[in-house]
Structures are given as C-alpha cells and as structure tokens.
Antibody, heavy 121, light 108 residues
Framework: EVRLVQSGAEVKKPGESLKISCKGS????????IAWVRQMPGKGLECMGI????????RYSPSFEGQVTFSVDKSIDTAYLQWSSLKASDSAMYFC??????????????WGQGTLVTVTS | EIVMTQSPATLSVSPGERATLSCRAS??????LAWYQQKPGQAPRLLILGASRRATGIPDRFSGSGSGTDFTLTISTLKPEDFAVYYCQQYGGSPRFSFGQGTKLEIK
C-alpha cells in the first residue's frame, strides 16, 4: 500500500523555527515528486510547490517562494517542510502528497494525513 | 495565471438524486484536470484524473467530463457518504497547480 505519514501537530510561538516531515512507504520514494499543500482554517487548498526526491529539484509556487523551504532525505524516504521564522498567519493544516514521475506535473495521490501547525503567542 | 472557478459554492441535494458540480478554468488546461473529495477532518482523496478517468477504487457513480476550460463532476446517485467538499485542480499550467475554491455538497 502506498502511504504518506506526516509528523504530529505542532504549537509554536511567532519567530520560532519549525520542520515537519512526510514519510513515504510502499513505493519507490525517489521516483515521484512530493507536493506540499496548505489549508488555512475553514478555507480551500493551496499548492505550495513540489520537490523531486531524486535530486532535490524544487519548484515553489510564487506565493510561497522565500517563505518556506522544502528538503528531502532519500535515505529514510522522508520529505520536509521548514520555516525559519513562523508567523501567526502560518497557522494551518499542511498536507504532503505524492504526485507523478517525470516533470511532477500531475494529480496528487495519495495524500498524507496532514500536520496541524498552530502559531500563537 | 490560470484561475479555477467552481460553482456553485454550496449545492443542496437529497440522497438518491444526482449532483452536478462545475469547474471553469480561466484559460485552457486541455484535460489536465483532477477532482478531489474532502470530508471534515480528513485529507483530500483523488476521485478523477485527466478530466474523466476514475482513480483506483472510486465507485462508478462518480464521473468527470469536459476539456479545455469547462469541466463537470457528476455523482449519479448520491449516497450519505458522498456529502463533502469537492475541489477541482489543474496541473501543468501556470502556476503549475491551482485549485478551485471548492463546492460544498450538503444534504437537502
């Protein structure tokens, strides 16, 4: 079974750093791009960008360029989403999802269960 | 930039009836269009890819149609578990991915 399992919920203060994870299993992790998607409370889905686990090639969506950092550790089939200085407006649910091989331009399936990030003073 | 617009925002339908959800792209996305279902507290689930192909394990009461700029998701006979929020997504345009704002399908 192809699965993505994300790290648990986080509560942080403004200005703190954070790194959340997404571990893949049941498939060749470095053959398929991973997408990160934000969902703010009560709102819709926003694609933050994609990363190729094979070579760490990253494509950020314009709204998220410079705001977050994607990375991977191929040795443990895990992708990461990182903030260096959190803001209250970063409070949201974050999902990772497996996308397609090649260009990475495709549908998202499956999705991780989500990581809830709460930033509050 | 390709903007995806879904309509209606909320759709009220009775169980056993048909639901038709619409998604429009601001420019052609050919057939690079997916549909997702999201229930409260859950991750989205892929229903349709390539505008009309059902994903693995998706019941045949779900069907997708359209190409270019206008797309439709039809649920032929609604079951209680189908009431959820549905999103369309284009992939391959600029930006690379964009979602519609969602349609909430609620019980009438």
């Amino acid at each position: 079974e192809v699965r993505l399992v994300q790290s648990g919920a986080e509560v942080k203060k403004p200005g703190e750093s954070l790194k959340i994870s997404c571990k893949g299993s049941g498939y060749s992790f470095d053959s398929f791009w991973i997408a990160w998607v934000r969902q703010m409370p009560g709102k819709g889905l926003e694609c933050m960008g994609i990363i190729n686990p094979r070579d760490s090639d990253v494509r950020y969506s314009p709204s998220f360029e410079g705001q977050v950092t994607f990375s991977v550790d191929k040795s443990i089939d895990t992708a990461y989403l990182q903030w260096s200085s959190l803001k209250a407006s970063d409070s949201a649910m974050y999902f990772c999802a497996k996308t397609v091989a090649g260009t990475g331009l495709g549908w998202f399936d499956p999705w991780g269960q989500g990581t809830l990030v709460t930033v509050t003073s | 930039e390709i903007v995806m617009t879904q309509s209606p925002a909320t759709l009220s339908v009775s169980p056993g009836e048909r639901a038709t959800l619409s998604c429009r792209a601001s420019q052609s996305v050919t057939n690079n269009l997916a549909w997702y279902q999201q229930k409260p507290g859950q991750a989205p689930r892929l229903l349709i890819l390539g505008a009309s192909r059902r994903a693995t394990g998706i019941p045949d009461r779900f069907s997708g149609s359209g190409s270019g700029t206008d797309f439709t998701l039809t649920i032929s006979t609604l079951k209680p578990e189908d009431f959820a929020v549905y999103y369309c997504q284009q992939y391959g345009g600029s930006p690379r991915f964009s979602f519609g704002q969602g349609t909430k399908l609620e019980i009438k």
